[in-house]
């Protein structure tokens, strides 16, 4: 006998409460798409305008986070598509795009293969995609996942891709008909503040997606849990208590699968026969924690660096982290410490925080002092301890990268 068959013995699941537990994996694609009839009626309108000789060029498809956007506006194109060979779909995720020629160039990747050389810029990179959109069908729509991304580019003006996009010379010169379905989590031309020329090229047909109440999220978990779990581990009246949960705290399908299988992964800790209220109870904490943390380890670098200064400050009775802090207080807590290196203007700083308010993960108000004039400060929205906990991890995965 090898160590490997002790080792594996001893990690094997015992008793698990789970027979398959790669169906609360969120990434796992559904089905079907459940509880989403309204808005898959609404898209499904928007793309039979085909038939009338007409597609909107822009749709936005908003809402908060895991509420089934990406989902439906794949699915919905997809099953059109399949049934109308005039209509093509191209789905585009600009979630690492920091540039505006990156998130151009991410375009020009999907429908090409290929990626453009810097040197050709913006416009090359466009003009790349009209020319392959002529051999395009008539109608093409262009799903733009996480489209608020390309606010991060601090050398362009979001609008200078929106104006190509929808009013390139190359595109109208074609008779390119091309509808682009920007999805995020606010509503786009709010959220980017684009000028009178983008907007006036742009329609207002809009899909709101909302966050999912309790008999939403029930029907859209019953396939999953039922597959998931063992029988009799899991009772009806705990698996609503579950769902009520997730409602009330978020509203999320993405964290209401995890809040099930951190649940099921500490009964089987506890090596409890079924799961109980309190094993949600207790992971609401660390679903929460879990989201935020894989969102604070994607961060860049001065993302990181302002987030340390917001929760570094302890105060010196307690340990606590001291928050609200001030802009000047992060600046100076910048320039004094080894982040200085960094060399982070004003209005680097203020940029940063203004993505990461857009972001969810602080809060931003103003404080009136009175003859001291106006202070702004910001919090977390989540606790501070957190960034030296995404840090370590980032730092842990760095060194395993690295070995
Ligand atoms: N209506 C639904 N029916 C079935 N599964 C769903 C539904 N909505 C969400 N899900 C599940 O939640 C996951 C996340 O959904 P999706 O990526 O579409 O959310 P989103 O609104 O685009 O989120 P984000 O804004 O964070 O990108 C899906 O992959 C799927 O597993």
């Avoid at 109208?172 to 907007?199: C, F, H, M, P, Y």
């Avoid at 400050?313 to 001030?326: A, C, D, F, H, K």
Wanted: hydrophobic share 35%; net charge negative.
């Amino acid at each position: 006998m090898s160590k490997y068959d002790d080792l594996f013995d001893e990690t094997a699941p015992d008793d698990s409460v789970f027979t398959d537990k790669g169906a609360l994996d969120p990434l796992a694609e559904p089905d079907e798409i459940m509880a989403r009839d309204e808005q898959e009626r609404e898209l499904a309108t928007i793309l039979n305008g085909i038939k009338e000789g007409y597609l909107p060029p822009t749709v936005s498809i908003y809402g908060p986070p895991g509420t089934g956007k990406t989902l439906t506006a794949r699915r919905i194109c997809q099953a059109f598509a399949t049934r109308h060979e005039e209509l093509a779909a191209e789905y585009v995720n600009l979630k690492e795009c920091r540039t505006l020629f990156s998130a151009a160039n991410e375009i020009h990747l999907e429908l090409t293969g290929e990626r453009k050389k810097s040197y050709v810029g913006l416009d090359g990179v466009f003009e790349g995609i009209w020319i392959a959109l002529e051999d395009y069908p008539e109608y093409t729509v262009l799903i733009l996942d996480e489209i608020d991304q390309i606010q991060h580019d601090a050398n362009y003006d979001p609008n200078e891709f929106f104006y190509r996009l929808l009013r390139g010379e190359g595109k109208l010169k074609r008779g390119i008909t091309l509808s682009a379905w920007l999805v995020s989590n606010q509503i786009i031309d709010v959220d980017l503040r684009l000028d009178s020329r983008v907007e006036s090229a742009m329609s207002d047909e809009s899909v709101f997606f909302g966050p999912y109440g309790k008999a939403k999220l029930t029907a859209l978990l019953a396939p999953r849990l039922e597959q998931a779990f063992k029988s009799g581990v899991l009772s009806d009246q705990v698996s609503e208590y579950g769902i009520q949960q997730a409602a009330n705290y978020w509203g999320d399908a993405r964290k209401a699968l995890s809040l099930f299988r951190n649940a099921g992964e500490l009964a089987n800790e506890r090596s409890l026969e079924e799961i109980t209220r309190s094993c949600f109870d207790e992971c609401i904490e660390t679903t929460d924690k879990e989201a935020v943390l894989e969102k604070l380890t994607t961060l860049p670098k001065n993302h990181h660096a302002i987030l340390l200064c917001l929760s570094g400050l302890r105060n010196v009775e307690t340990g606590i982290i001291e928050q609200p802090v001030s802009t000047a207080d992060i600046k100076q807590a910048l320039d004094e410490s080894s982040l200085a290196k960094l060399k982070l203007s004003n209005r680097a700083v203020h940029s940063v925080l203004t993505d990461l308010e857009t972001m969810g993960l602080i809060e931003t108000w103003i404080e009136s002092r009175g003859r001291g004039g106006r202070v702004k400060q910001h919090k977390t929205t989540f606790e501070p301890e957190w960034v030296h906990d995404a840090l370590e991890r980032r730092a842990r995965s760095t060194e395993t990268d690295g070995a």
